[in-house]
C-alpha cells in the first residue's frame, strides 16, 4: 500500500475531515483528466470518476474543475469501482496558463506540486528567455522550481560555467542542477531532492531528456511505479494516468497540458540559433531541399567535408522536428502523447 498524503496539506484535511466523514465521503487525488472523465487515487488503487453535478452547474471558470494533483472528496459506487467527485480542496500550488486568445481566463495544467524541475539542454536548447517564461509561470503558482541544465556530456565543463553564470547574470537565483543522463553525472543530486509524498513535474522542451531522466530513476535506483492496471476501463475512454507514483511515495505528474508548455517559445522560429544552415540552404540544389537526403544539397555536402557539425545539424531537425509538432493538430498531439503513455508503461514492464 503506498502512503498517499501530503504532509503540507494534512492540517488543512484535519481540520475539514469531520465534515467530509459526515456526508459520508473519502479523500483522493485526481491522478488523470481528460475531458469530463477523471482518474482518482487512493490508497489502493486507481479508480473511474465523474463529477457531481453541482459542478456541472455552478462553476464559473474552467479553473474551478479539479484538475491532475488536486485533492477532492469521493463517494465510491458500485463497490467502489466507480466514484463521484463532490468536493475540490483548496489547491497548495498550482501551474496554469492563459487560454489562448483569453487575456482573464486560465487552463489548469496540474495542482499541489512541491517542485517543477524546468529543464533546458545545454546544448541546442539553452534559452535565457523561454527558462524564464517557465520561472514565471512557477512563482504564479506558488511552486518552487529548480533548474535542470541537461546533456552535460554535450559541452565542455568550460562551457558549462559559462551557462551557469549566464543564468546567474539573467538574475536567476533558483537551485541549479547540471547533470547528464548519459554519464549519469549529476543524476544522484537530482534524486537525492526527492522526498517521499512529494509531487514534482518535469517542464522542459520535447527532447531536452525528461523521459530519459524518469526512467533513470524507475530503472537504475530500483523505483517503480504502482501497477495500477485499472485505468479507466469500463467508460468510454481511457485515459493514461498523469500522475505517476513511484516505489517510494514520490510523485510525478506528467500531463498534456505540460507536454504544450514544452513548445513555448517554438513560436520564435527556428531559423534563430542557425543562420549558418540557412546560409548554406541557399546553395542547395533544390528550393525546398529538406537536408535529408535529396542530391545537390548544400548542407549535406558542408556535414561530409568537415564544415558542418554533424551535432549542430542534428539539433537543427530537432528544432524543426518540434516547431513541426507545434503545426500539428491536437488529434495529432494527443496520438504522440499516448505513445509517452506507452514508453513510460513499457518501461515499467521491463523493470518488472
Ligand atoms: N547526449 C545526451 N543525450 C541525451 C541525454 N538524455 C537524453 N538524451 C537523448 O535525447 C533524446 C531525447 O530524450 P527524451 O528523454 O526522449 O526527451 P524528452 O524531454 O522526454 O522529450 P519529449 O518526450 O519529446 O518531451 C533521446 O534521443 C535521448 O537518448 C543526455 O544526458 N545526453
Ligand atoms: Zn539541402
Given amino acids: 500500500m503506498i502512503q498517499l498524503s501530503d504532509p503540507c496539506f494534512d492540517e488543512w484535511i484535519e481540520a475539514h475531515i469531520d465534515n467530509i466523514r459526515l456526508k459520508e465521503q473519502d479523500i483522493a487525488r485526481v491522478s488523470a483528466v481528460d475531458r469530463n472523465s477523471f482518474l482518482i487515487r487512493n490508497e489502493l488503487s486507481e479508480i473511474p470518476a465523474e463529477l457531481a453535478g453541482k459542478f456541472l452547474f455552478h462553476v464559473d471558470s474552467p479553473v474551478e474543475l479539479p484538475c491532475v494533483g488536486d485533492w477532492v472528496a469521493v463517494k465510491y459506487h458500485n463497490d467502489g469501482a466507480s466514484a463521484i467527485i463532490h468536493e475540490l480542496f483548496p489547491r497548495r500550488t498550482f501551474l496554469r496558463r492563459k487560454r489562448p486568445g483569453s487575456e482573464i481566463d486560465f487552463q489548469m495544467i496540474a495542482a499541489n506540486i512541491d517542485i517543477a524541475f524546468i529543464v533546458q539542454s545545454c546544448h541546442f536548447d539553452f534559452n535565457l528567455a523561454r527558462l524564464n517564461r517557465y520561472l514565471v509561470m512557477a512563482a504564479d503558482g506558488d511552486v518552487e522550481p529548480i533548474v535542470i541544465l541537461a546533456k552535460t556530456d554535450l559541452i565542455s565543463n568550460n562551457e558549462l560555467q559559462e551557462k551557469l553564470a549566464a543564468i546567474r547574470e539573467a538574475g536567476i537565483t533558483s537551485r541549479i542542477i547540471a547533470l547528464s543522463n548519459l554519464s549519469g553525472s549529476g543524476v544522484e543530486e537530482f534524486r537525492q531532492v526527492l522526498a517521499p509524498s512529494r509531487t514534482y513535474c518535469l517542464l522542459g522542451s520535447s527532447g531536452v531528456g525528461k523521459t530519459t531522466l524518469i526512467n533513470h530513476l524507475i530503472g537504475r535506483n530500483d523505483f517503480n511505479t504502482k501497477g495500477v492496471s485499472g485505468t479507466g476501463e469500463g467508460t468510454h475512454t481511457t485515459t493514461r494516468r498523469q500522475l505517476i507514483v513511484l516505489d517510494n511515495g514520490v510523485m510525478f505528474i506528467d500531463t498534456p497540458g ?76 494527443r496520438k504522440k502523447d499516448r505513445a509517452f503513455g506507452r514508453f513510460i508503461k513499457n518501461a515499467n514492464k521491463t523493470k518488472r
Fill in 258 to 333: 505540460m507536454r504544450e508548455l514544452g513548445l513555448l517559445g517554438a513560436d520564435e522560429g527556428i531559423h534563430k540559433g542557425f543562420e549558418d544552415i540557412i546560409e548554406l540552404s541557399k546553395a542547395c540544389r533544390f528550393s525546398d531541399c529538406s537536408h535529408t537526403q535529396e542530391s545537390g544539397c548544400a548542407v549535406l555536402a558542408a556535414i561530409a567535408n568537415g564544415t558542418l557539425h554533424e551535432e549542430r545539424y542534428v539539433g537543427y531537425l530537432k528544432l524543426r522536428k518540434e516547431s513541426e509538432f507545434h503545426e500539428m493538430s491536437y488529434v495529432e498531439k
